[in-house]
């Protein structure tokens, strides 16, 4: 089994990515850590029980971090719903949060497992961040680390040339981009075009019949329709999900290359924009690696396949 470690501000894309690993037949979910980011700390854990539980499963779901390094909290509610699930309001899950601090528990997971943990981060990275500042040793211990975050094509989801995870707490991605974590950073415009989840897809899904197809569309209904009107995308855009997938099954990122790669902190036009180097000019080691093309055919069956 490949013991994965989850790190997210779960809402509606985030559930279905965890759901995703925790119904992968050879992965184990060692923990969940969620932090602050398209929804408050504790909805980002009720959201996040209540899909281990959806799942069967007993995978426990830590709380870190409150609130970015540096800067105010900007929820995602105008995307997710008012619940961060679409408005769906599910029930309150019967599993408590895990008393641990979700920072104290990944290192203390890595430490139990070195060159076994493969990361997986969904959100804001301020969780990683400050487990790294706490103990920078484990930037050598992870066996891999996957970003949903950034946009190599500069082509930004929140401003015109920011990713939202990255934007929210830019000072904690710079930190993680830095550390020397072996990183594939997997950006938003992965998801889009073609990569979205189109009408005759989601008439598929529904098609399915299992609770599981039916969460994967109906947390994400909000979600559908702000991106159609915000983003003038044409369905349903998963980047939580297309990150999954790869951390799934590699072969599903057609395309990777390692560059140098800055995040910005100090402009607040450029606030959180993935810098990559991509033509070497600054002639700067690479700290990242980059995830430039997907395989839509394989990405889209990854996902059908843990909704069956």
Not at 6 to 13: L, P, W
Not at 25 to 40: C, L, Q, R, T
Not at 136 to 163: D, H, R, W
Not at 282 to 299: F, P, S, T, Y
Request: hydrophobic share 40%; glycine share 6%.
């Amino acid at each position: 089994m490949r013991r994965f470690w989850i790190d997210s501000d779960t809402a509606s894309d985030d559930a279905v990515a965890i759901m995703m690993a925790l119904r992968w037949e050879d992965v184990h979910v060692e923990g969940i850590s969620v932090v602050a980011g398209n929804v408050p700390l504790e909805m980002c854990s009720r959201n996040a029980r209540y899909t281990v539980e959806l799942c069967g499963k007993d995978t426990p779901v830590y709380h870190g971090m409150a609130r970015p390094l540096l800067r105010e909290p900007y929820w995602a509610y105008f995307f997710h719903g008012s619940d961060g699930m679409g408005g769906m309001n599910y029930p309150e899950p019967k599993r408590p949060q895990a008393k641990q601090h979700a920072v104290d528990a990944l290192i203390e997971t890595v430490y139990a497992y070195p060159n076994e943990i493969v990361l997986v981060t969904l959100g804001p990275l301020t969780n990683i961040a400050v487990a790294l500042t706490k103990a920078p040793q484990l930037a050598g211990m992870l066996k891999m680390c996957y970003v949903m975050g950034g946009a190599a094509a500069t082509l930004g989801n929140i401003t015109p040339a920011a990713e939202y995870n990255i934007w929210v707490d830019p000072e904690a991605a710079r930190i993680v981009f830095h550390s020397g974590l072996p990183i594939l950073m997997v950006g938003w415009e992965l998801c889009r075009g073609e990569a979205n989840l189109s009408e005759e897809e989601m008439t598929f899904v529904r098609s399915i019949g299992t609770p599981f197809a039916d969460f994967c569309l109906d947390c994400n209904r909000q979600a559908i329709q702000t991106n159609r009107e915000w983003l003038h995308e044409p369905a349903l855009s998963l980047p939580d999900p297309v990150t999954m997938a790869i951390a799934l099954d590699p072969s599903v990122c057609t395309r990777r290359s390692r560059h140098f790669v800055e995040v910005e902190t100090s402009s607040e036009l450029t606030r959180g924009m993935t810098v990559v180097d991509e033509r070497g000019v600054l002639k700067r080691e690479a700290n990242i690696e980059v995830c430039w093309q997907i395989d839509v055919g394989k990405w889209k069956e990854t996902l059908y396949k843990t909704l069956r």
